[in-house]
């Protein structure tokens, strides 16, 4: 069976382990050899990673840096962390290449959409950091963008939780998880998994985002074969 191209974003914070803050390696290593794996048996595999194990640009309003400042640094955030994945995904026996939309040609190589396309057809796992290089746009909207752009078959949403709840699992026990919800679902009722503007950019580019779990090894694997406990946000039928 051919492999799925799939683009999965990552929060910074996935990185981060117990500490909640940084990389831990244990964490980066376990979550590089699912990745690995699901790149080994013959899946196309795209990351976007986050920045907030490192900065969050909503903490730097609060510091009292304004929005484009805060943003930039959030997305230097970003890179590093692609960069830790690079070297951890290579280490774990798979090719890997760290993209960066913001261009630092000294420490990684520029995004560009064809030369991306081109290292996933060889095999190579392409971790795209720097969000969509502006401010005011999540990685999550980053992320839909270039699932949509090099058409990829799924966005996988990699969360803390095994899919879309109707309210926090971990606060509400009679929170209950949706099997499959519209984009237009998900954006009426302001679900927060993703924010509004992913959901609609998704919706725009007729892109299936599958909401699931890294807390399980293999995860990853399971989701790409159809698999694992999962929301399916999909375009209206």
């Known amino acids: 069976m051919a492999g799925k191209r799939a683009l999965i974003k990552l929060s910074g914070e996935a990185l981060a382990g117990p500490g ?13 050899n699912d990745i690995a794996t699901a790149a080994g048996v013959g899946h196309e595999i795209a990351v976007v990673v986050g920045g907030g194990n490192f900065f969050r640009g909503v903490q730097g309003l609060a510091k009292g840096l304004d929005r484009p400042t805060a943003d930039s640094i959030g997305m230097l955030g970003t890179v590093m962390n692609a960069l830790a994945l690079e070297h951890a995904i290579e280490s774990a026996g798979v090719p890997a290449r760290a993209m960066s939309a913001v261009p630092m040609p000294s420490l990684c190589e520029s995004y560009a959409r064809k030369r991306a396309l081109d290292h996933m057809a060889h095999g190579k796992v392409v971790i795209l950091g720097g969000g969509t290089s502006n401010p005011y746009f999540t990685t999550d909207t980053g992320a839909a963008l270039r699932a949509a752009e090099l058409s990829c078959a799924l966005l996988m949403k990699a969360t803390n939780v095994d899919g879309v709840y109707t309210a926090d699992p971990k606060k509400d026990p009679t929170a209950t998880r949706f099997e499959r919800l519209t984009h237009d679902e998900a954006i009426a009722r302001n679900l927060k998994v993703m924010d509004t503007a992913a959901f609609a950019l998704a919706r725009e580019a007729g892109l299936t985002i599958v909401v699931f779990s890294l807390a399980e090894p293999g995860s990853i694997g399971a989701v790409l074969e159809g698999g694992g406990r999962a929301t399916i946000v999909a375009p209206a039928t």
Not at 20 to 32: F, K, Q, R, S, V
């Open 20 to 32: 909640g803050a940084g990389i831990h390696g244990e964490t980066l290593t376990a979550l590089a």
